[in-house]
């Protein structure tokens, strides 16, 4: 559908917004809003939740299903001037100003009375302007982007309270506000609804995903087949012609030493065993003396100790070094393929087997290694049987992995779409005004 533009436009004195209709007006927002309770942060969280007592939003509650009672944090703390003020009121909006800079709610009924912290700033609109049109307004992109382009701190991003309130808005007249903001509301959430439907598709696909491989590595290809106890509770019924072995009958651990130029290696969660440099280099700790360094070579198998219980788990795609945290295993014989034994254990792993066989130093960190992975039992098909296997998984995950990438790509054409709407109306460039009046 495509929308009229205004009849006149007029310079808006602001760089970014460009021309406006002719008969809108723009102001900075502490103009909008309510002089005796201006804009401001709110207090530091003061302790624990307990539970009870006063709720205080934080910006993570600024989300549309985050905005209630059960999500906010409460404190008993007697809250003294000037604290007081930032108390919430139902209609004023609550504007994230650290961590998901620019997120912008109505305050809802049910916290009335409510405080905020200092990552969160209380905005009371008043003087004669909607409150749904400046969430609106506060949510286009290039209001969002004017006022992130100014944010300020090295390690999380802030607002400063200065420049939200002089960020300067569009203004249309109030009837026009009362149109613009429930056609943004209707339409925005059909979108939104549309984008859930395509994420609730991804994971189901994900889900698949996982069952195939499942079904595959366990019962293999053949649904006529036979099925015997396996006495192993993670792994079930297998095939009545697959071996059962342990690890130690099937793997040896590598110590070999790196070489001079080796990079670094590392086994991801999604099961990709590579250069780090191939996927990002932020997030390590780099060790100033190399000391314990392993080499791993390309087609190892792969298990990262720390993390194997969340699938870090694979085959190395590099040749490179690793840190002593890794297990290397290689086949002590013909017929095992590192790429099936790969799937095996990161289906282990995913049914949080090694959570339970293996001691933890902290909550969800056991530390997998090779003393631990001798002893697991695991299927062994006949090796002509493992490749199928293989062949069978790619095909099956390929094209799940496809009708993912097309599904992500109409959500992120879908957030294009919802995007350009409120930008469009929010600075004047459409006129919804005839199409939201036969609408309504």
Same mark, same amino acid.
């Given at each position: 559908m495509t929308f009229p533009r205004y009849e006149s436009y007029k310079d808006s004195g602001v760089e970014w917004?460009?021309?406006v209709p002719a008969h809108w007006s723009v102001a900075p927002? $502490?103009?909008? =809003?309510?002089? #005796?309770?201006?804009?401001?942060? &709110?207090?530091v969280l003061p302790g624990?939740? +307990?539970g009870e007592g006063i709720p205080i939003l934080k910006g993570g509650n600024v989300k549309p299903s985050r905005m209630n009672l059960e999500s906010a944090a409460r404190t008993t703390l007697e809250i003294e001037a000037p604290y007081a003020r930032a108390r919430l009121r139902e209609g004023d909006l609550v504007y994230s100003i650290r961590g998901s800079i620019g997120d912008c709610e109505p305050v809802p009924a049910q916290l009335e009375g409510a405080n905020i912290t200092q990552d969160v700033a209380r905005v009371a609109i008043a003087n004669g302007v909607q409150s749904r049109w400046a969430r609106w307004a506060l949510l286009a992109p290039e209001v969002r982007d004017d006022l992130a382009s100014g944010s300020l701190g090295a390690a999380v991003r802030g607002i400063n309270i200065f420049d939200l309130k002089r960020a300067r808005l569009p203004v249309p007249p109030v009837p026009e506000q009362i149109v613009? !903001?429930?056609?943004? #509301? /209707?339409? =925005? %959430?059909?979108?939104?609804?549309? +984008? !859930?439907? $395509? $994420? /609730?598709l991804i994971e189901l696909l994900k889900e698949k995903r996982q069952a195939v491989i499942s079904h595959a590595v366990t019962k293999g290809l053949n649904p006529c087949v036979p099925l015997k106890e396996s006495g192993v509770e993670w792994l079930g019924a297998v095939p009545a012609g697959w071996r059962l072995e342990r690890g130690k009958f099937l793997y040896s651990k590598l110590e070999l030493e790196p070489e001079a130029g080796d990079g670094v290696v590392t086994s991801f969660r999604d099961g990709q065993v590579t250069l780090r440099e191939n996927r990002r280099t932020d997030g390590f700790t780099l !060790?100033?003396?190399? +000391? &314990?360094? $392993?080499?791993?070579?390309? &087609?190892?198998? +792969?298990?990262? %100790?720390m993390d194997a219980f969340a699938g870090a788990i694979g085959v190395s795609e590099s040749t490179g070094k690793c840190t002593p945290e890794y297990s290397v295993l290689e086949p002590v014989r013909p017929g095992l393929d590192n790429n099936y034994f790969a799937l095996v254990l990161r289906l282990m792993a995913l049914r949080d087997y090694i959570l339970v066989i293996c001691p933890s130093v902290r909550e969800r960190a056991p530390r997998f290694r090779y003393e631990s992975f001798k002893d697991v039992v695991l299927p062994v098909p006949p090796h002509e049987e493992q490749r199928a296997i293989l062949e069978r998984v790619a095909s099956e995950v390929a094209r799940l992995d496809e009708l993912a990438v097309e599904a992500k790509r109409a959500i992120d054409l879908l957030h294009e779409r919802r995007t350009a709407l409120v930008s469009a109306l929010v600075t004047g460039q459409i006129d919804v005004r005839e199409v939201a009046g036969r609408a309504a």
């Open positions: 917004l460009g021309q927002l $502490q103009k909008l =809003t309510d002089p #005796d309770r201006p804009i401001m942060y &709110g207090i624990p939740d +307990v613009i !903001a429930a056609f943004l #509301d /209707r339409e =925005t %959430g059909k979108i939104d609804a549309l +984008v !859930a439907e $395509q $994420q /609730r !060790a100033i003396l190399e +000391v &314990g360094y $392993q080499r791993v070579r390309k &087609g190892d198998l +792969v298990i990262h %100790g």
